[in-house]
């Protein structure tokens, strides 16, 4: 590795820890004013189960904290790339390095290798960290709204991936149990009884156990209904932080299930992120020599909004119209600011 590029390094994770200290910083000041409202009934939640409301709101702020870090990632790359480059144009620094034949791409490169290292941090907080603490984070994120208990009693009719329908009387996310539960089977004419369904989580998803004495024992259970976890409505909100791997057997289970592909889609999808949004905005940053910090700030917050709102968009879209393939949404927005920094990218030469 040149000097050169052991010192753009040293740039850019000054820059790029800043900007994540700021990103992330402003995030929590933001969602803790615009929660105080909510602050006397989270005293009281956090209160029954042995905790002040600082120590709630830390546990709540820590458990969600990789969340905010994979939101924010892509985006903090980006920013802290500008910055790096703007540093050294400000600094009359670029002038040597290209007069001696280094060209704006082999100068370039050791942030994109940064980036793509980065990523693969991230990739790792979304694939594992996230989906590990995400049950935890459903019941701080009750107790933060006022809810002191893990218990869930408005729930509608449950069904599984065979057609069989449940009706329970409350689910209970501390001890991962279905309780007072009916069954009603497809192809059967007698409703069956269960005092509770316990979860258990496994390496391949996990499986219901009914209670001793039940109208079905494990195995029999096992061989009619496939139901899970994030079937029961609470739980969808564990679903959407599964991991890659869980979301794509559970979209495989519910063929057709437009929601589930799209959610495992945008797991494929997110790695490339913070490289095509560097594609792209570095040649246009390069560009403009001469301008100030502000001006490649606002430049690439409005590249970092229009792509976060494509995102949305395709979301959307993938997961509600059947107009577009859920694969294809989840990467037409990095298939579009990919060709288009590669476009810039020749322009630049």
């Not at 195995?219 to 496939?226: K, N, V």
Request: aromatic content about 10%; hydrophobic content about 50%.
């Amino acid at each position: 590795m040149k000097r050169c590029d052991r010192y753009l390094l040293r740039l850019f994770a000054w820059s790029l820890g800043a900007t994540t200290l700021f990103l992330v910083g402003l995030y929590l000041i933001l969602h803790f004013l615009s929660h105080l409202k909510h602050h006397e009934d989270a005293r009281e939640s956090f209160a029954a189960v042995g905790m002040g409301l600082a120590e709630g709101l830390c546990r709540y702020y820590w458990l969600h904290l990789p969340e905010i870090l994979v939101l924010f990632g892509p985006y903090a790359l980006l920013f802290a790339a500008m910055f790096t480059l703007h540093h050294l144009e400000q600094g009359n620094e670029l002038i040597p390095i290209r007069a001696v034949g280094v060209s704006r791409r082999r100068l370039t490169l050791p942030l994109y290798l940064a980036a793509a290292l980065v990523s693969l941090g991230l990739v790792a907080l979304k694939e594992v960290v996230i989906p590990g603490q995400a049950r935890d984070m459903v019941i701080v994120s009750r107790q933060m709204r006022g809810k002191s208990d893990a218990v869930q009693d408005d729930l509608d009719l449950l069904a599984d991936g065979r057609g069989n329908v449940f009706h329970a009387r409350r689910w209970d996310a501390g001890t991962l149990r279905l309780e007072d539960v009916t069954l009603l089977p497809r192809e059967a004419t007698r409703p069956l009884r269960f005092e509770f369904l316990e979860w258990f989580d496994e390496e391949d998803g996990g499986r219901f156990v009914p209670a001793p004495g039940s109208d079905l024992d494990e195995a029999a259970f096992a061989a009619l209904s496939d139901l899970e976890a994030q079937d029961v409505g609470e739980e969808n909100r564990v679903l959407r932080r599964s991991s890659w791997f869980r979301l794509r057997r559970l979209a495989l289970r519910a063929d057709g299930d437009r929601r589930l592909a799209m959610l495992a889609a945008e797991h494929l999808a997110y790695p490339f992120s913070a490289i095509v949004l560097m594609l792209m905005g570095i040649p246009l940053v390069m560009r403009r020599r001469g301008t100030n910090v502000f001006a490649g700030l606002l430049l690439c917050l409005a590249l970092s909004l229009g792509f976060f709102a494509m995102n949305l968009l395709m979301s959307r879209l993938g997961a509600q119209s059947p107009l577009i393939a859920p694969d294809l949404a989840a990467f037409l927005p990095v298939f579009l600011v990919g060709a288009i920094g590669l476009l810039l990218q020749d322009l630049g030469r």
